[in-house]
């Protein structure tokens, strides 16, 4: 029997934060619609895909921004990312650094 050197294995890529409490305090903040201000919300999650989907990159949108057309998931992705992706990241920071403030 002989010894064979260990292949060298891809580094473990970081799992995305996931907090359900945090989602439920989100929902429970009367939050509206970033784009439109429309109080019935949806959270979506501006890490999609081989990211992961990160609780703490959420964002609050109404259906139609959500899911529409004009949205993250519709036809028009990306001129609505072209229009929105810096109020986005810019909310979905400040919106967890609140959670962290009131939780400590």
Do not use: T
Not at 30 to 46: A, F, K
Not at 83 to 96: G, I, K, P, Q, Y
């Amino acid at each position: 029997m002989s010894w064979k050197p260990r292949e060298k294995q891809a580094p473990l890529k970081p799992k995305p934060y996931k907090n359900k409490f945090y989602l439920q305090w989100l929902h429970s903040q009367g939050l509206s619609c970033l784009v439109c201000g429309v109080q019935q919300i949806e959270l979506h999650h501006i890490d999609q895909g081989a990211k992961g989907r990160a609780d703490n990159r959420c964002v609050p949108l109404c259906p139609e921004h959500h899911r529409g057309r004009f949205s993250p998931h519709g036809a028009d992705k990306k001129e609505f990312e072209d229009c929105h992706m810096e109020d986005m990241e810019a909310m979905c920071v400040e919106l967890f650094l609140e959670f962290q403030r009131e939780g400590s």
